[in-house]
C-alpha cells in the first residue's frame, strides 16, 4: 500500500505541505541550529534577530531542495512508480499531486525569498557577503539535481550534500549569528559533516533499482547495499570518535561538558542503528524504512543536543559574568 492517505483529489494546501515533505525538514533545520549554536558560542551571546534570519533563509532553501529536486527527479520517479507501484509515498508529480510546472515555479519562488532574506540579513545585521553565501548554498543544490551538471546523476550526489548540508548551510548561520567568517568553534563542524555523508548515503538505499534503471550513479548503486550500510555505520562511529577527540584536539573551545551529552547521545541511538541493520528484512523496503529512520534519529538527536549544549554553555557564562 502507498504510505500516503493524500491523493489528487485533497485540497490544494494539503498536496502542497506534502510536496514539501515535512519528515526530512529536520535535515536541514537541526543543520541551521548546529549553526547557529556554533556562531552564538563563537560570539559569546545570542542575537534572536540572526537566528530568526538564519532559519528563514533555511526553510526557504529547504522548499527549493525539496520542490526542485522533484521537479529534476520527474523521471526517475516516474519510473520507480512503475516499478513498485503501491510501495513507498505518493511522489509529487508522478501520481499528479501538482503539476511540473508548478513544482518547478514554486521551487523557484522560495529560492528567489531565500536570496531576499540574504539580502535582509546583509542589511539589518551587516553582514556583507551574506548574500554571496546564500547563493553558494542555492548552488550547491542546483550541481547537485540539475543540468548542466547533476552530479547526482553522476555518482558524486552524495558528497555533494555532505559538502552543502554538512558544512556550508551550518558555515552561513554560523557567520549571521556571530559575523565572525572563520571563528574557531568551527571545528565542531567536521563532525557533523560526516553525519551528513552518513544521512546522504542511508537516504539512496531505497532506490538502488529505479536508480540504476533511470541512470543514476548513487553510492548505492555503485557500491551496493551491503557496502553503504557499513559506510554509514562506520560514518556514524567516526563522529562519536571526532566530538569525543574535541577536548583534546581544541580545548580553547571544547570540554567534555560539551561534548559528552552528544557522544553519548549518539552512541545511545546507534543501538537502533546496529539492530535494524541486523534485521532479516534490511533489504526490503519496510527494514530499509526502519533503517533509514534510525540513522536519521542518531544524526538529529545528536547534533541537536551539541547545539543545545553550546547554546547553555554560552548563555550561563554570560550570565555568571554579568
Request: net charge positive; charged share 15%; proline share 5%.
Amino acid at each position: 500500500m502507498l504510505a500516503s492517505v493524500v491523493d489528487p483529489a485533497a485540497p490544494l494546501a494539503r498536496r502542497l505541505v506534502y510536496a514539501l515533505k515535512p519528515r526530512s525538514w529536520p535535515k536541514l533545520l537541526v543543520a541551521a541550529w548546529l549553526g547557529q549554536a556554533v556562531g552564538v558560542a563563537a560570539a559569546g551571546s545570542f542575537d534572536l534577530v540572526a537566528a530568526l534570519l538564519g532559519f528563514a533563509f533555511t526553510a526557504f532553501d529547504l522548499a527549493f531542495l525539496v520542490l526542485l529536486n522533484d521537479w529534476g527527479d520527474r523521471d526517475v520517479d516516474a519510473l520507480k512508480r512503475r516499478m513498485f507501484p503501491d510501495v513507498g509515498g505518493r511522489k509529487t508529480i508522478p501520481d499528479r499531486l501538482l503539476a511540473a510546472r508548478s513544482v518547478l515555479e514554486l521551487g523557484l519562488g522560495a529560492a528567489a525569498f531565500a536570496v531576499g532574506t540574504a539580502v535582509t540579513v546583509e542589511i539589518l545585521r551587516s553582514r556583507p557577503g551574506a548574500c554571496s553565501g546564500a547563493l553558494v548554498c542555492l548552488s550547491l543544490f542546483v550541481a547537485y539535481t540539475l543540468p548542466p551538471v547533476k552530479l547526482n546523476y553522476r555518482g558524486g550526489g552524495e558528497l555533494l550534500e555532505m559538502l552543502g548540508v554538512g558544512f556550508a548551510l551550518p558555515w552561513w548561520n554560523v557567520y549571521v549569528q556571530s559575523g565572525l567568517a572563520a571563528p574557531r568553534e568551527l571545528a565542531w563542524l567536521p563532525g557533523f559533516a560526516l553525519l551528513a555523508l552518513a544521512s546522504a548515503l542511508a537516504s539512496g538505499l531505497s532506490d538502488e533499482e529505479s536508480d540504476r534503471l533511470g541512470g543514476k550513479r548513487t553510492f548505492t548503486t555503485m557500491f551496493g547495499k551491503p557496502a553503504v550500510r557499513a559506510a554509514v555505520e562506520g560514518m556514524l562511529v567516526a563522529t562519536m570518535l571526532v566530538w569525543a577527540m574535541m577536548p583534546k584536539l581544541a580545548p580553547a573551545i571544547a570540554d567534555w561538558g560539551l561534548a559528552l551529552p552528544a557522544v553519548t547521545l549518539l552512541a545511545w541511538c546507534y543501538r537502533d542503528v546496529a539492530k535494524a541493520s541486523q534485521s532479516l528484512d534490511i533489504d526490503e523496503p519496510e527494514g530499509l524504512s526502519r533503517y533509514k529512520a534510525a540513522v536519521h534519529g542518531c544524526i538529529w538527536w545528536s547534533a541537536a543536543m551539541l547545539g543545545t549544549s553550546l547554546v547553555l554553555r554560552t548563555l550561563l557564562v554570560g550570565a555568571q559574568a554579568g
